[in-house]
């Protein structure tokens, strides 16, 4: 097992990459923390984990409230002795998101809060617990969209990915003496429930598939398997990085036909 007596909290595992990694982290061995602001997707996580046998608890949390953040940290100590895994992966997409001009500075803010301010408030508040644990890993979810401009303009989605990069780099860094790693997964198009809401038609799903040399969208699950990378000690000597997981959008200047 490759995450035996560490402890994890994974923020948005109520449903897509959080969940798959949240079953994925407990099939190897780890506590699980369950944050959410979706009760009921949560408490179904929590139920598929100790059904398979695994241990898992779910708090309610909004990442973008300081104090939901310190209550998560709080609770994977309280629970289950300590924090070693902090995966910061919960994340939304509004469909009024659009360009410069047209996006209204509500949905820039709500963004701006969820995506960069929830990274780094779970940072706050999981780097003292990762610290009182010995050290252990930080997962940041960024995406290929702060890599790349966006055929669909998304212009505070993009944004917010893009500071959850920088924001990741400069942790590594600080932290690197104190056995705390920190890195970023960048993944491409999934076929989860954020993407899939937006992408609601034929014509807007074509359009995004058409950039992907792999042809098709990719799976929560296959970006579980890069976070355990990342969570285990496998990859004890990586810290800074940007893991790309995106079926060779990043790679590509034109995509087979
Ligand atoms: P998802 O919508 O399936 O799951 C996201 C989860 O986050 C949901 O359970 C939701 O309730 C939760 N959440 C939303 N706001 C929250 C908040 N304020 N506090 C706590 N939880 C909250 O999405 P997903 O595809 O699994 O996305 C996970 C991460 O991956 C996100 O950061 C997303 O931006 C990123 N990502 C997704 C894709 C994709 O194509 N799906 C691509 C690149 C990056």
Redesign the pocket.
């Known amino acids: 097992m490759r995450l035996e007596n560490k402890v994890a909290l994974i ?10 990694s949240a079953r994925l982290f407990a099939q190897e061995g780890a506590a699980v923390v369950v ?4 009760e009921a ?2 408490q179904e996580t929590v139920a598929q984990i100790q059904e398979a046998g695994g241990r898992a608890l779910f708090v309610r ?5 300081a104090a ?1 953040c310190r209550q998560m940290v709080a609770a994977a100590e309280e629970t289950f002795g300590g924090l070693h895994i902090l995966f ?6 509004l469909a009024e998101d659009s360009d410069a001009v047209d996006t209204d500075e509500t949905i820039w803010d709500r963004t701006m ?3 960069l301010k ?1 990274v780094f408030l779970g940072c706050k508040y999981g780097i003292p617990a990762l610290r009182r644990s010995g050290g252990g890993s930080i997962i940041n ?5 702060a890599l790349m401009g966006a055929a669909t303009p998304q212009i505070a ?1 993009t944004a917010s ?1 893009g500071g ?1 990069l920088s924001l990741t780099r400069e942790i590594a860094v600080i932290h690197a003496r104190e056995k705390i790693r920190a890195n970023a ?13 937006v992408l609601d038609t034929e014509a807007k799903r074509h359009r995004r598939l058409v950039h992907i040399p792999m042809g098709r ?2 799976e ?1 699950a296959e ?1 579980a398997r890069a976070a355990l990378f990342l969570a285990s000690d496998e990859s004890s000597y990586m810290t800074g990085a940007t893991v790309v997981v995106d079926g060779g959008i990043t790679a590509a200047y034109v995509t087979p036909e």
């Open positions: 923020t948005g595992a109520g449903s897509g990459i959080g969940r798959e944050a959410d602001v979706d997707g949560g949390a909004d990442v973008s409230r939901d910061n992966n919960a994340g939304i997409m809060a969820v995506n929830g979810v960024a995406s290929f969209v989605y990915k959850v997964l960048c993944p491409g198009p999934l076929r989860t429930e954020l993407l899939m809401k969208f990719g929560a970006i």
